[in-house]
T-cell receptor, first 112, second 112 residues
Framework: KAGVTQTPRYLIKTRGQQVTLSCSPI?????VSWYQQTPGQGLQFLFE???????NKGNFPGRFSGRQFSNSRSEMNVSTLELGDSALYLC???????????FGSGTRLTVV | GQQLNQSPQSMFIQEGEDVSMNCTSS?????WLWYKQDPGEGPVLLIA???AGELTSNGRLTAQFGITRKDSFLNISASIPSDVGIYFC????????????WGAGTKLIIKP
């Protein structure tokens, strides 16, 4: 079966702009989580959506937001980009039957 | 955010050596997951553990869910060059609303 698909793979934006990243989970998976990973750092949890509802949220400013659609696809948005937002953004989906999360390859965002 | 205590932070090993890393917490966990991340990619699930005392193998990898439910370890036997990467532990605490808690990662480097 197809894995988790994240688009775009790479993105370059200018400080102050906004960006939207997309994640298509594995078919049948209703939970989608988003993480930020900066070079040499671990995974910082952004938020998790389940059946179109935000179920958990990490400690990120309000500039970071997300949503989930009825087909479980999810988007995250970052407004007023800052240089420190440059990172690998990872999406993971889960069926919750086994609690294991399957990750996409990520979107590499560079803010200049 | 809340994290598991994962150690060591990094390991320099010779090819063929066995490797051991662990995660500990002051809280009780219901599941333990071990992931490996290659550079520029999303983490890949290696082993999932669901019961205290459970010992599970995946090829040269073996992981155990601690009896106290507050720790887990991952062993890699006879390491090979493709084992290089960052290994993460993660888990679900009791009453955590399904939120996954992550360790900071163990970077495995093979000495030339």
């Amino acid at each position: 079966k197809a894995g988790v698909t994240q688009t775009p793979r790479y993105l370059i934006k200018t400080r102050g702009q906004q960006v939207t990243l997309s994640c298509s989970p594995i078919s049948g998976h209703r939970s989608v989580s988003w993480y930020q990973q900066t070079p040499g750092q671990g995974l910082q949890f952004l938020f998790e959506y389940f059946s179109e509802t935000q179920r958990n949220k990490g400690n990120f400013p309000g500039r970071f937001s997300g949503r989930q659609f009825s087909n479980s696809r999810s988007e995250m948005n970052v407004s007023t980009l800052e240089l420190g937002d440059s990172a690998l953004y990872l999406c993971a989906s889960s069926s919750l039957q086994d609690y294991g999360y399957t990750f996409g390859s990520g979107t590499r965002l560079t803010v200049v | 955010g809340q994290q598991l205590n994962q150690s060591p932070q990094s390991m320099f090993i010779q090819e063929g050596e066995d490797v051991s890393m662990n995660c500990t917490s002051s809280s009780i966990f219901n599941t333990w997951l071990w992931y490996k991340q290659d550079p520029g990619e999303g983490p890949v699930l290696l082993i999932a553990l669901y019961k205290a005392g459970e010992l599970t193998s995946n090829g040269r990898l073996t992981a155990q869910f601690g009896i106290t439910r507050k720790d887990s370890f991952l062993n890699i036997s006879a390491s090979i060059p493709s084992d290089v990467g960052i290994y993460f532990c993660a888990g679900h605490q009791m009453d955590s609303n399904y939120q996954l808690i992550w360790g900071a990662g163990t970077k495995l480097i093979i000495k030339p």
